[in-house]
T-cell receptor, first 113, second 116 residues
């Protein structure tokens, strides 16, 4: 168990809908990263937050947005869903150590029908 | 931009044998970290081992060790005494800088099967 929690584990929805994925980082970790894992694109970085502020953006679509709340949990919002958004979405929190490891949550599997 | 290449999509090894997974990366940065992550069928991403670019000594974690060749930009993972539980996808990952405030860049992965 990495200490990072993600809910829900599975999500099935229809095209055009909107969903929210939730992540709670490990206790004491201020930084949260979101990654998408799909069959064709592999593991791709979406967005990073540090202590409530956006720090970096990767290949995140305009239909996607995220935020980090004062209690440090983060939410990834996906809207106008398309079939191609079906993927495993991971949240990772970064250790406040000299090694800067990222520890991953169990992921949310999103299926868009 | 940094890229990470894993040239072996699939590999297999007999139980108790040793296997080496390859990874090369391309960067103009001099400060960075390298990692290997394991993704078993459960899909959980598990950190296996890390290496700081400034360290010449290769990292070791129990049965897992790396061969870090900075000049060649190579970072291979050696698994000794392979066990059935090592069956998983293995991802090589690169992190720019030492602040830790940058994302991981992943390779496409190598699927390892350990055969009894």
């Amino acid at each position: 168990d990495s200490g990072v929690t993600q809910t829900p584990k599975h999500l099935i929805t229809a095209t055009g809908q909107r969903v929210t994925l939730r992540c709670s980082p490990r206790s004491g970790d201020l930084s949260v990263y979101w990654y998408q894992q799909s069959l064709d694109q592999g593991l791709q970085f979406l967005i990073q937050y540090y202590n409530g502020e956006e720090r970096a953006k990767g290949n995140i679509l305009e239909r996607f947005s995220a935020q980090q709340f004062p209690d440090l949990h983060s939410e990834l919002n996906l809207s106008s869903l398309e079939l191609g958004d079906s993927a495993l979405y991971f949240c990772a929190s970064r250790a406040s150590s000299i090694y800067n490891e990222q520890f991953f949550g169990p992921g949310t599997r999103l299926t868009v029908l | 931009a940094q890229t990470v290449t894993q040239s072996q999509p699939e590999m297999s090894v007999q139980e108790a044998e040793t296997v080496t997974l390859s990874c090369t990366y391309d960067t103009s940065e001099s400060n960075y970290y390298l990692f290997w992550y394991k993704q078993p069928p459960s899909r959980q991403m598990i950190l296996v081992i890390r290496q700081e670019a400034y360290k010449q000594q290769n990292a070791t974690e129990n049965r897992f060790s790396v061969n870090f060749q900075k000049a060649a930009k190579s970072f291979s993972l050696k698994i000794s005494d392979s066990q059935l539980g090592d069956t998983a996808m293995y991802f090589c990952a690169f992190m720019k800088g030492y602040s830790g405030n940058t994302p991981l860049v992943f390779g496409k992965g190598t699927r390892l099967s350990v055969i009894a």
